[in-house]
Nanobody, 125 residues
């Protein structure tokens, strides 16, 4: 059983929007930090955003600040990444991850316990 399932990826024109979902399977996000990462072809995976389920604090990479938002549902089973004003450079496979880590370590991939399978986001110019 895959612990995290992403959905919502697809093809969109530059300037458009997409909302990605990350659903927990078999557990809730209580006391977890949920991170979003992306990996473009030929590039290393990078942190995009995260949210702490404990206090709702959020973090964003500079490249997406002001365009992306992250939220969690009341049941703490699904996290959403709302992506607006998309650019071709946002094209990548997007992954969500969950772990019991300090929010300030959100970019450290080794700190996460669970990973999803990824969803493709393609932004055309």
């Amino acid at each position: 059983e895959v612990p995290l399932v992403e959905s919502g990826g697809g093809l969109v024109q530059a300037g458009g929007s997409l909302r990605l979902s990350c659903a927990a399977s078999g557990f809730t996000f209580d006391d977890y930090v949920i991170g979003w990462f992306r990996q473009a072809p030929g590039k290393e995976r990078e942190g995009v955003s995260c949210i702490s389920s404990s206090d709702g604090s959020t973090y964003f990479a500079d490249s997406v600040k002001g365009r992306f938002t992250v939220s969690i549902d009341n049941a703490k089973t699904t996290v959403y990444l709302q992506m607006n004003t998309l650019k071709p450079e946002d094209t990548a496979v997007y992954y969500c991850a969950a772990g019991a880590l300090l929010p300030r370590l959100w970019r450290s991939e080794d700190e996460y316990d669970y990973w999803g399978q990824g969803t493709q986001v393609t932004v055309s110019s």
